[in-house]
C-alpha cells in the first residue's frame, strides 16, 4: 500500500497555465506538507497543514495556494505558471507538528516543467 | 536559527570500502536530527534519527550515525559500501521553534565505483 502518494508523477505545460497537484496519505497522520525541490536537489517547505489549519507558509508566491478538503489529502494548485517554477515537488506527512522527532513520509513527488 | 551543513556535495567510494558523509548542524536548542536518502526518481526515505536519547544510531541497509554535540556533528557512516547505495543523501535539522519544521542540508551525491 502506498503511504503518500501524488498525482501526477509528470506535469509538462505552458507558462501562464493553471495546474494542480494531488497528495493523499493513508497513514491517519495530522500533519501534511509541500516541498520545492530544485534542479541542485536542494529542498525547502513550502507550506504545512495540520488537521486542515494552516501552520507552515513560507515565502511563497500567492500564485501558489494549498488546499487541504480532509487530513488525508493536501493539494497544491499554482496559477500563472512561470518558467521558475519548474521543479520537483514532494508531498510529505507526519504524524503531528508538535514533536521535534516524528519523521515525515515522502511521496514519490511530481516533475512539473513549465515551457 | 537552525541550519545544516553538509560538507560534500559529492563523496566517490569503491564498492566494499567504507562510507563517511558529513554534516554538521547549528541549534540554539537540543536537536532532533535526520538522515533520509533519495534514490534517483525517487522520493525520500528515512535512514535514521536522532532524538536525544542514545548518540550512536543504527538505521536502515547498514548506516549508522553518531551524533556530537562538541563537535555539533552528526555525520552518516557504513563500513561496506554495496552499489545500491549510490544516491543523494540529505541531512535534515528539526527546527524546535514551534512548528518542528525540517531545515535541510544541501544534500551529498554518494556515487559508489565498481
Known amino acids: 500500500d502506498t503511504a503518500v502518494s501524488q498525482t501526477p508523477k509528470y506535469l509538462v505545460t505552458q507558462m501562464g497555465n493553471d495546474k494542480s497537484i494531488k497528495c493523499e496519505q493513508n497513514?491517519?497522520?495530522?500533519?501534511m506538507y509541500w516541498y520545492k525541490q530544485d534542479s541542485k536537489k536542494f529542498l525547502k517547505i513550502m507550506f504545512s497543514?495540520?488537521?486542515?489549519?494552516?501552520?507552515i507558509n513560507e515565502t511563497v508566491p500567492n500564485r501558489f495556494s494549498p488546499k487541504s478538503p480532509d487530513k488525508a489529502h493536501l493539494n497544491l494548485h499554482i496559477n500563472s505558471l512561470e518558467l521558475g517554477d519548474s521543479a520537483v515537488y514532494f508531498c510529505?506527512?507526519?504524524?503531528?507538528?508538535?514533536?521535534?522527532?516524528?519523521?515525515?513520509?515522502f511521496g514519490p513527488g511530481t516533475r512539473l516543467t513549465v515551457l | 536559527a537552525q541550519s545544516v551543513t553538509q560538507l560534500d556535495s559529492h563523496v566517490s567510494v569503491s564498492e566494499g570500502t567504507p562510507v563517511l558523509l558529513r554534516c554538521n548542524y547549528s541549534s540554539s536548542y537540543s536537536p532532533s536530527l535526520f538522515w533520509y536518502v533519495q534514490h534517483p526518481n525517487k522520493g525520500l526515505q528515512l535512514l535514521l534519527k536522532?532524538?536525544?536519547?542514545?548518540?550512536l544510531v543504527k538505521g536502515i541497509n547498514g548506516f549508522e550515525a553518531e551524533f556530537k554535540k562538541s563537535e555539533t556533528s552528526f555525520h552518516l557512516t557504513k563500513p561496506s559500501a554495496h552499489m545500491s547505495d549510490a544516491a543523494e543523501y540529505f541531512c535534515?535539522?528539526?527546527?524546535?521553534?514551534?512548528?518542528?519544521?525540517?531545515?535541510f542540508g544541501t544534500g551529498t551525491r554518494l556515487k559508489v565505483l565498481a
Open positions: 497513514l491517519g497522520h495530522d500533519t
Open positions: 536522532y532524538t536525544s536519547a542514545a548518540t
Open positions: 497543514y495540520n488537521n486542515k489549519e494552516l501552520i
Open positions: 510529505a506527512s507526519s504524524q503531528d507538528q508538535v514533536t521535534s522527532y516524528n519523521e515525515q513520509f
Open positions: 535534515v535539522v528539526s527546527d524546535p521553534a514551534g512548528t518542528y519544521k525540517y531545515i
